[in-house]
T-cell receptor
Framework: KAGVTQTPRYLIKTRGQQVTLSCSPISGHRSVSWYQQTPGQGLQFLFEYFSETQRNKGNFPGRFSGRQFSNSRSEMNVSTLELGDSALYLC?????????????FGQGTRLTVV | AQKITQTQPGMFVQEKEAVTLDCTYDTSDPSYGLFWYKQPSSGEMIFLIYQGSYDQQNATEGRYSLNFQKARKSANLVISASQLGDSAMYFCAMREGTKYGNKLVFGAGTILRVKS
């Protein structure tokens, strides 16, 4: 069974550009969450999608957006990139919504903004 | 206020010995779940163990066990018989009910180094 796949693994972008990251969840999983990991702020929740609907959003500016497709694949977009957006972006997929539902993470996309 | 506190930035342990990684949490929700994840240098977060707020017994998964003390709001991870491959960053995380979907709140993490 394939795990969570995130593409690309590495990205280098220039300030002001925009970027789109992709996440393919485990087959059958309907929940996809995104997290940003930086040395200074640690792991922070960005947003979660379930059956193509955004269920929850973290405290990030509107430059960060996402969507989920009918096949549960998800993309997140960051517009007008800033140096502080350099981070490891992790995607997690879950089978369903639930207190004890395990989240399976991908290997992440490491974004560097120069 | 911090929801999840991991007070040990780094820990060393001798191979084959046990080690305890501390985690305290803060929530007013009676229904919550606590998770531990391992993150090796590759970046992927690997699920280790789960404890629900209503679980009567401490969770165990192979060499991992969770020392759950509800009144003290602590959920310490115990790794027995440490192996060199256990060297990684370890995160404690909490999910508060289901009103926030599957959102996880993470602690700052503890770097564990296993010495041979």
């Amino acid at each position: 069974k394939a795990g969570v796949t995130q593409t690309p693994r590495y990205l280098i972008k220039t300030r002001g550009q925009q970027v789109t990251l992709s996440c393919s969840p485990i087959s059958g999983h309907r929940s996809v969450s995104w997290y940003q990991q930086t040395p200074g702020q640690g792991l922070q929740f960005l947003f979660e999608y379930f059956s193509e609907t955004q269920r929850n959003k973290g405290n990030f500016p509107g430059r960060f957006s996402g969507r989920q497709f009918s096949n549960s694949r998800s993309e997140m977009n960051v517009s007008t990139l800033e140096l502080g957006d350099s981070a490891l972006y992790l995607c997690a997929s879950s089978l369903e919504l639930g207190l004890n539902t395990e989240a399976f993470f991908g290997q992440g996309t490491r974004l560097t903004v120069v | 206020a911090q929801k999840i506190t991991q007070t040990q930035p780094g820990m060393f342990v001798q191979e084959k010995e046990a080690v305890t990684l501390d985690c305290t949490y803060d929530t007013s929700d009676p229904s919550y779940g606590l998770f531990w994840y391992k993150q090796p240098s590759s970046g992927e977060m690997i699920f280790l163990i789960y404890q629900g707020s209503y679980d009567q017994q401490n969770a165990t998964e192979g060499r991992y066990s969770l020392n759950f003390q509800k009144a003290r709001k602590s959920a310490n991870l115990v790794i027995s018989a440490s192996q060199l491959g256990d060297s990684a960053m370890y995160f404690c995380a909490m999910r508060e009910g289901t009103k926030y979907g599957n959102k996880l709140v993470f602690g700052a993490g503890t770097i564990l180094r296993v010495k041979s």
